[in-house]
């Protein structure tokens, strides 16, 4: 019989286990910003250089990452261990705290870690490193002070001061800027949603959150093998809300259109109701009637004339039964409602919200849309020429122990959006087979807003 | 980035040079002198990281994704991982069996393809009871190391898709370059990649340079073939070789390796004018269908700007795969590695 030894990693272990370096000795933690079911984004500043040389001589290899220390990260720490609540066996250590095992990193987590590392472009987060430490994951980033969800919020509340037409054209653009270099790289984002743009304190947009983005050349399964329902509700593509399988990217751009428009009311165009899965089969995904609804209301009832594979789609049968009422598009009186005034405005809004997937603007299409061409000019700080200043990124120091494995409560209410209404799920990815990989059973319902 | 090779990790972060490929393993052999010399493994003077360890690895990982019946692409990544994290890390430090395992594991994840950690588990104890631990978690901790030692590199473009360009590009340019590959000769030519993750190749080289090598080897195979076929009747066949060129040994149009061996040594020729030379000699030959291929191809390469000296580099490693696999030992490597893992405490 094998002794037991020989079934673990062995001396190889023990070497890297003495070398490594921990996370704090680079990085100094501030607080968190954010927590979730899938772990907690906290924000931190480098310590001094010295430290970071030596990270750097034990193979944690920083990529562009400046050296002055007190430069500002946000750091994405993964939980290893989602699935440790389910499991029959509850350990403990002798202070009650949680001992956590290895259980396989999530397809999310993976996802996020391998195409974060490949992509460079101003309008995309940046990833300053990875660190592997005490079962968990840290991924650092650049720190963005603002998002698009804390800037829609102050510019609704108290009172509706509208978004100036000049800030919103540069976001715009510099989301499908971000979008386009995406998609040029065969990489659809699949959860773009204000929450999901962040903003650099100078105006940069800066998109976040590749867990559900992944590569869609040449699948080798259909994407909605690997994940039943993609994109938060809200921001779901028509063709998505009728169970395609073989989507395109231009879902990512439904999104766009959906936030152009949240940008413009400062309200979310289709704040449909999701209808839950049941729990007791997990493999069939419900026909979203109630956010159809909200769609028709504002576009109008799609059909075969403009919509000429409607029929096609796997839920056509429940689209039929279940939406009735014929409604007329609205979309310019909706926009008239709102206050909108500019007609190329329109034009792009129209273009993104595009029910057929085929006619719908591509990205780079949209970004020389005439839209861009005219005056205002879309520019590089998107805050130039605003007179007003957006509140900092809330911080919260009840808990600065990045290191701690103590279970986050999954139920747990993300901290720093206190805007209750706003599906908060852009990590929820609570049965996104957190551990296994993404089997087969797991992977329904990751967009679930509560 | 991920649509690019050129702007990718695999190119900027991952891609050594023959001189630093040399020098990681000679920092690994000093790591395991020093890790001996305080005792903290034990010296197995038969484990090398040679080609009989290096094709028993490549077998392992084939075993193991034949079972779970995964796609060519997800092993292919899994072998570079494997042959990543041994430029870092020596093999008397690690349990193969579990670096194999976990490596398909991860490369399945990457590939969008992903098999339950359980389900890969229990495949590879059915294959390797007394190496495999039954605690997945053990898997699960070695998947962080895994990804640590590669620095969290994960994203790898192969050959294959640039075999497949190359092939589209012909059947799209008939008129140009006259040469189309049939079905037979891409199978050739994929089989020929699928054999060359044994070498270093992908730590070295683009992986369309692979890809038109394994496109050459193929073409010149063929010519070499019939030639011989004429003259001598049928070659004799090597013994067992798991190698997936050989595989097809009793259809007719398979390789041997007696071929590739004269491909390996073209008479009176330098290795860096292998290239020019074979096709002037079939110049001089009659001029029948194959040569004219060979001829068609020279005049396509020639054309695309493609770095010859690192095709030929790459023709001469993953023919001399097939010369060392004739030498291949399974058995020694089985057994010093049992021998390894079974005393370590």
């Known amino acids: ?450 | 980035m991920s649509a690019d090779f050129w702007s990718s990790s695999q190119r900027n972060k991952w891609q050594l040079t023959r001189h630093s490929l040399l020098e990681a393993r000679r920092k690994v052999l000093l790591l395991e002198r020093k890790m001996i010399q305080n005792g903290l493994i034990k010296d197995y003077p038969n484990i090398h990281y040679d080609y009989n360890m290096r094709i028993y690895l490549h077998n392992l990982l084939i075993k193991l994704g034949r079972r779970l019946n995964i796609r060519q692409v997800a092993l292919a990544t899994a072998e570079i991982y494997l042959s990543r994290f041994l430029t870092r890390v020596s093999l008397k430090e690690i349990n193969v069996y579990i670096l194999v395992t976990t490596c398909l594991y991860v490369a399945c994840k990457i590939e969008e393809c992903p098999q339950h950690i359980r389900l890969i588990l229990n495949e590879a104890r059915n294959l390797w009871p007394e190496y495999i631990p039954h605690d997945l978690t053990k898997l699960a901790e070695f998947e962080f190391y895994l990804i640590e030692e590669m620095d969290s590199f994960l994203f790898l473009h192969h050959p294959y898709k640039s075999l497949i360009q190359i092939r589209d590009f012909l059947n799209e340019n008939t008129s140009l370059y006259g040469l189309t590959l049939t079905d037979d000769e891409l199978q050739n030519a994929w089989s020929l990649i699928n054999d060359s993750y044994i070498t270093d190749l992908h730590l070295l080289l683009p992986p369309h340079i692979i890809a038109v090598a394994s496109i050459y080897i193929t073409i010149v195979l063929k010519k070499n073939l019939s030639s011989i076929r004429v003259n001598n009747g049928s070659s004799s066949n090597n013994g067992h070789n798991n190698s997936s060129v050989f595989n097809r040994n009793t259809d007719s149009g398979a390789m041997h390796i007696d071929d590739l061996m004269i491909l390996a040594n073209p008479p009176g020729s330098g290795a860096a004018q292998n290239i020019s030379s074979t096709a002037k000699t079939f110049q001089d030959m009659k001029l029948d269908e194959e040569t004219i291929k060979i001829n068609k191809f020279m005049n396509f390469l020639d054309h695309s700007h493609i770095n010859l000296d690192e095709v030929v580099e790459a023709l001469q490693d993953m023919i001399n795969i097939y010369v060392l696999w004739n030498r291949y030992n399974e058995q020694s490597v089985k057994k010093a590695l049992q021998i390894m893992l079974l005393n370590r405490q």
């Open chain 1, 1 to 450: 019989m094998a002794s037991n030894s020989i079934l673990t990693l062995g001396p190889f272990k023990h070497r890297k286990d003495l070398t490594r370096e921990s996370v704090l000795s680079t990085y100094q933690i501030i607080g968190y910003i954010a927590a979730g079911t899938y772990g907690k984004v906290y924000k931190a500043k480098s310590k001094n250089i010295t430290s970071k040389d030596n990270a750097n001589q034990n193979g944690n290899s920083n990529i562009g990452a400046g050296n002055n220390s007190g430069q500002l990260f946000a750091i994405k720490k993964f939980k290893s261990d989602n699935h440790s609540s389910k499991q029959t066996h509850h350990n403990h250590d002798i202070n009650g705290n949680e001992i956590v095992h290895y259980t396989g990193i999530s397809q999310s987590a993976i996802r996020e870690m391998s195409l974060c590392r490949e992509l460079n472009n101003k309008n995309i987060t940046k990833l300053v490193d990875i660190i592997l430490e005490n079962k968990s994951i840290y991924m650092i980033f650049e720190f963005c002070e603002h998002d698009l969800l804390q800037i829609i919020h102050y510019h609704s509340h108290p009172e509706v001061k509208p978004i100036p037409q000049s800030t919103i054209k540069s976001l715009i653009w510099q989301i499908l800027n971000g979008v386009t270099f995406l998609h040029q790289n065969w990489i659809f984002h699949r959860d773009l949603k204000p929450a999901n743009i962040m903003v650099s304190s100078n105006g940069v947009v800066k998109i976040g959150d590749l867990g559900l983005a992944r590569k869609f050349n040449n699948p080798l399964q259909s994407l909605y093998t690997g994940d039943k329902v993609v994109v938060t509700i809200w921001y779901r593509a028509p063709e998505l809300l009728l169970g395609a399988r073989h989507y395109t990217p231009s879902i990512d751009l439904w999104a766009v259109g959906c936030i152009l428009a949240e940008l413009l009311s400062l309200r979310p165009i289709f704040k449909g109701e999701e209808a839950k899965i049941d729990i007791n089969n997990k493999k069939s995904v419900p026909f979203q009637k109630n956010q159809f609804q909200k769609i028709i209301e504002v576009l109008g009832t799609p059909n075969l004339k403009n919509w000429p594979s409607l029929n096609k789609y796997p839920e056509f049968v429940s689209f039929q039964q279940q939406i009735t009422t014929n409604y007329p598009p609205n979309l310019v009186n909706w926009y008239k409602m709102i206050g909108g005034t500019n007609k190329q405005c329109l034009e792009l809004l129209k273009g993104l919200l595009e029910y057929d997937p085929l006619i719908r603007l591509t990205a780079d299409n949209a970004l020389v849309h005439s839209y861009f061409l005219e005056l205002p000019k879309v520019q590089e700080n998107a805050f130039d020429g605003l007179n007003l200043k957006y509140p900092k990124r809330r911080i919260y120091t009840d808990d600065n122990d990045i290191l701690s494995n103590n279970a986050i409560n999954p139920n747990f209410k993300r901290h720093g959006a206190p805007y209750d209404d706003h599906p908060n799920n852009s990590n929820n990815n609570t049965n996104n087979a957190p551990n296994n990989g993404g089997g087969n059973a797991g992977n329904v319902a990751r967009k679930r807003p509560r």
